[in-house]
């Protein structure tokens, strides 16, 4: 599944640690960006169908995570490993 191109972010990460036993693992490597990707270039469907306009602003992964159940530095209870590319935010304006 592409996280990337879901509407449904917080839901999908819901359900991954729903169903994640304790000790697992998620490798997850997806675009992250350091700020909110604006309306217009998050509606543009060339972008979109690139996954750049999707990318996910890197603290709204971390509250999105943390509204899910996720506990940061709780090696004991689930493992998280990231692999991301990172993208500047620009505005085309």
Do not use: Q, T
């Not at 992250?32 to 992964?61: H, K, M, Q, T």
Request: overall charge negative; proline content about 2%.
């Amino acid at each position: 599944m592409d996280i990337n191109l879901s509407s449904a972010k917080e839901r999908v990460f819901e359900e991954i640690f729903r169903v994640l036993k304790p000790g697992g693992e998620l490798y997850f490597s997806d675009v992250f960006a350091n700020c909110r990707i604006s309306e217009s270039l998050a509606a543009d469907p060339v972008l979109r169908g690139e996954c750049i306009s999707g990318a996910l602003y890197v603290e709204d992964f971390r509250r999105i995570m943390a509204a899910a159940g996720w506990k940061e530095n709780d090696r004991n209870a689930y493992r998280l490993r990231i692999a991301g590319l990172f993208l500047i935010c620009i505005d085309f304006a």
